[in-house]
């Protein structure tokens, strides 16, 4: 998510275009969806991929929408490898192998 205003990530609109245009110009298969971060599901790795990006703005880490985000971070270890970024941190999430 790339919010708008004082919680957002991006100063102005321009900086969304340039975002949306530099996202968009990669082969990788970029999708936008809303997702309950206390219960995430992520749809499997497309071979030739080693994993996920996830964006979290800084509003949706406040407690009304993330409860713990090791917890997300946990969760998402079991699914697979997950980029986590949010405007405060920058996580690598591997898969754990049992």
Request: proline share 3%; charged share 20%.
């Amino acid at each position: 998510t790339f919010h708008f205003g004082d919680t957002g990530w991006l100063a102005d609109d321009s900086s969304y275009a340039l975002l949306r245009k530099v996202v968009g110009c990669t082969s990788a298969e970029i999708c936008c969806q809303q997702m309950d971060l206390n219960d995430v599901e992520l749809d499997p790795v497309q071979p030739g991929y080693e994993g996920h990006v996830l964006f979290i703005s800084n509003a949706d880490e406040n407690p009304k929408f993330l409860q713990h985000r090791k917890t997300l971070e946990h969760a998402l270890s079991k699914q697979c490898t997950v980029l986590v970024i949010s405007s405060s941190l920058l996580t690598l999430v591997s898969t754990e192998h049992e």
